[in-house]
């Protein structure tokens, strides 16, 4: 049983461009949850998505960010004309249900670096 | 909204002491608080969690304790070793939320 899988692992971007990270739940998960980790700081949350709908965008910016998880797919979180201070890791959770009630697992990260 | 806050920022014991972290939050709606062990450039992982309705619980060389009342909760790690050396995490939930509210983390070495 596969866990939580994100790609790519590591990014590396210019100023400017666009970032793309996906993430894949754990088998039998419906609800994804992206968080991000700034360097020696805690995780902090950004989106929490079902199925093609999003549940909770409070954490993310309103600009440059956005997220979706298809029908079919990975969950995608999508940073455009990025910057210096988006560089930081981005890690992805899953769960089988809501945040208190179960387990989120988490993916291994996706660590982004803007040049 | 939730805070969360965790004391201390960084922890060093020697080999086969205890080691305890603690943490406060704000929201009295919360009622779920796990505690996530990451080592250096890995992904974040569960090493024990605790219910509102629970004022305790272990699990081998760890434990966490919960007063509701104060909104403080404690790690307890017992009889530590160099493989607990790793950044310590404490969160928050509302069982209705959706989100998890984390400290921003202890920095715990056990030096053998």
């Known amino acids: 049983n596969a866990g939580v899988m994100q790609n790519p692992r590591h990014l590396v971007r210019r100023r400017g461009q666009e970032a793309r990270l996906r993430c894949s739940p754990m088998?039998?998960?419906?609800?994804v949850y992206w968080y991000r980790q700034l360097p020696e700081e805690g995780l902090k949350f950004m989106v929490y998505?079902?199925?093609?709908?999003?549940?909770?965008e409070s954490g993310m910016p309103k600009e440059r960010f956005s997220a979706e998880f298809p029908k079919e797919g990975p969950s995608i979180l999508r940073i455009q004309q990025v910057v210096r201070g988006d560089s930081a890791a981005y890690f992805c959770?899953?769960?089988?249900?809501?945040?208190?009630?179960?387990?989120?697992?988490f993916g291994p990260g996706t660590r982004l670096t803007v040049l | 909204g939730e805070n969360v806050e965790q004391h201390p920022s960084t922890l060093s014991v020697q080999e086969g002491d205890s080691a305890v972290i603690k943490c406060t939050y704000s929201d009295s709606a919360s009622n779920y608080f796990p505690w996530y062990k990451q080592e250096l450039g890995k992904r974040p992982q569960l090493i024990i969690d605790i219910r509102s309705n629970v004022g305790e619980k272990k699990d081998q060389r760890i434990a966490v304790t919960l007063n509701k009342t104060a909104k403080h909760f404690s790690l307890h790690i017992t009889e530590t070793q160099p493989e607990d050396s790793a950044v310590y995490f404490c969160a928050a939930a509302e069982t209705s939320g959706s989100r998890l509210t984390f400290g921003e983390g202890t920095q715990l070495t056990v030096n053998p």
């Open positions: 998505l079902q199925k093609e709908n999003i549940i909770d």
């Open positions: 088998k039998g998960h419906s609800h």
């Open positions: 959770a899953s769960s089988h249900g809501r945040a208190g009630y179960n387990e989120q697992f």
